[in-house]
């Protein structure tokens, strides 16, 4: 009989942990609180109170492919979900069975419509990510309590309408924040964007005109930032986005370099603080009845409030054996409690990455259906604990990884990293590929366990199919550019050595 696996979430680290256990044949059993499941990616005018909202913008990743699934289009739509038959059920609690030192089970309680059930699992896969709790630091803010306008969490804002010739500040400068000035803007009378202490914008399009992603999540690109101090990184970095338009002129310059803090994605905003739509402005001092006065003493009147100020996560089913102590949970590689007798329990998508959340969560699936199968072990409990220990000290926030570098330890784990080595000898144009173009997940379909076939054509096409959808007008190609210098070619090819032996 196939191993029940019981999946808590329905968004889309739970897909990823269903079609895993499919893959696996073991018997994934998804719970969803909501009506439907997609997580984030479900637009709902109303969400249930403890959710987080919708994104109103897909965000630019052509990085989601998951292998050997396709989708032509740089980035799904929520709208394209399918049906899900465990959903408006709630987990109540996850214990461990009386046996669970033999067995490793489960006893998981869940709701649904007003009645509780019990059942017994296998393992657990908890996919219900870290957007669960908004947080709202109305202490933060003196005055909030006597301010007679309205206010709101990012969470529960429905409509820019509803904002129609408002006064409105948006406290807080992450893409919530950003998002919501440049589309609130449009409708109100004047947008205010209140910032503690600024941020580096990103674009959603990059050169050329391909997703961001697709331009930075590279191998070269990330051995050649290994290569460099953190200091010379940002120099560069801080140096491009400047080009494309002064943060200091538009207020908008933070007092951390680029590397220290998450960075913020947003093609409208510098256009709308040039057109005077958003006006930025520094940490907020205080509230009146109709009014916020600013730390640098400028009072502006305001109609309404959105606090863009993020979310903190928690587990309340599983508090008797994991504890989030300011917003961090010491897991193994991001996803294993070190401490049980068992390894049935993974949490899946609980990183907030510098690139795609979904090929993370399809690859974090794949090893822990293994290790659950037995086909993978984990290390002893100590040496989790110094790993765990090694991450901590050398983070910068607490959930936050590098894509390549996190997807590809994960990989070893699972024994799919792509050898550079052998590529370059067996097949060079798709060595050529893997190594300076996007790091799609199917790469980590090349070789090992999950090896698909289809893989080495879809690296190799991918590019096309990220431009696909957009040529929808038929235009004559450009005449080649002319030949690289040969000395070009030679550096080339002393950095292409250099990357092979740095990922051997």
């Keep these: ?59 630019p990743t052509a990085a989601l492919a998951i292998p050997p699934l396709h989708c032509p289009w740089p980035a799904p739509s929520h709208a394209l979900l399918p049906r899900s038959p465990h959903t408006q059920t709630s987990v109540c609690c996850v214990s461990k069975r009386p046996d669970f030192a033999a067995t490793g089970q489960w006893e998981v309680v869940t709701e649904s419509e007003g009645k509780q059930e019990a059942a017994v699992f296998d393992a657990v896969l908890v996919c219900s990510g870290h957007h669960t709790k908004a947080h709202l630091p109305l202490s933060a803010f003196p005055g909030i309590e006597k301010f007679k306008g309205r206010y709101l969490h990012s969470r529960d804002y429905k409509d820019a309408r509803d904002f ?23 409708t109100a009378k004047q947008v205010f964007l209140s910032t503690r202490r600024g941020a580096w914008i990103f674009n959603r399009v990059g050169d050329q005109g391909y997703p961001i992603d697709i331009v930075l999540t ?42 220290d803090q998450h960075p913020t ?28 006065i600013f730390e640098d003493g400028t009072r502006e009147d305001i109609d309404a409030v959105v606090f863009a100020t993020g979310y903190s996560f928690s587990f309340p089913f599983l508090e008797k054996y994991v504890k989030v102590v300011e917003n961090q949970i010491p897991l193994y590689k991001f996803m294993f409690p070190p401490d049980l007798e068992k390894p049935t329990l993974a949490f899946i998508g609980l990183i907030q990455p510098l690139g795609a959340i979904m090929p993370i969560s399809e690859l974090q699936c794949r090893w822990a259906t293994r290790v659950f199968k037995g086909l993978n072990k984990l290390p002893p409990q100590h040496d989790m604990e110094a790993d765990i220990k090694q991450k ?26 792509p050898n550079l080595l052998t590529l370059f000898l067996t097949d060079p144009k798709l060595a050529l590929e893997v190594t300076f173009g996007p790091c799609t997940p199917y790469q980590y379909r090349l070789r090992g366990p ?19 959808p957009l040529q929808t007008r038929h235009v004559e190609k450009q005449a080649l550019a002319p030949a690289v210098p040969l000395i070009f070619k030679l550096v080339g090819a002393v950095a292409v050595l250099a990357v092979i032996f740095a990922y051997l």
């Design 265 to 292: 994605v947003n093609d409208d905003l510098p256009n709308r603080i040039i057109s005077g739509r958003v006006l930025v402005k520094p940490n907020i001092q205080e509230f009146t009845e109709t009014s916020a």
């Design 218 to 259: 590279t191998r070269m690109k990330t051995f050649l930032q290994q290569l460099m101090s953190s200091s010379m990184v940002s120099d560069f970095a801080e140096k491009q986005l400047n080009a494309r338009f002064n943060h200091s002129h538009y207020g908008l310059k933070p007092k951390h370099r680029i590397l």
């Design 164 to 186: 129609t010739d408002k006064r409105v500040v948006i406290i807080g400068i992450g893409n919530s924040g950003s998002d919501l000035a440049v589309e609130i803007s449009q």
């Design 450 to 468: 999950g090896k698909w076939e289809g893989a080495r054509e879809a690296i190799l096409t991918q590019q096309q199919r990220v431009l696909k």
């Design 1 to 59: 009989m196939a191993k029940r696996v019981a999946i808590i979430g329905g968004g889309s680290s739970g897909l990823c942990a269903i079609k895993a256990c499919l893959q696996e044949g073991l018997e994934p059993i998804c719970f969803e609180a909501t009506r439907d499941i997609g997580g984030l990616w479900r637009f709902e005018v109303n969400p249930p109170g403890h959710m987080a909202r919708a994104p109103r913008k897909e965000p």
């Design 392 to 417: 901590k000290e050398s983070q910068r926030h607490t959930i936050q990884v590098d894509y390549i570098p996190y997807m590809d330890e994960l990989a070893c784990q699972v024994g799919v990293k």
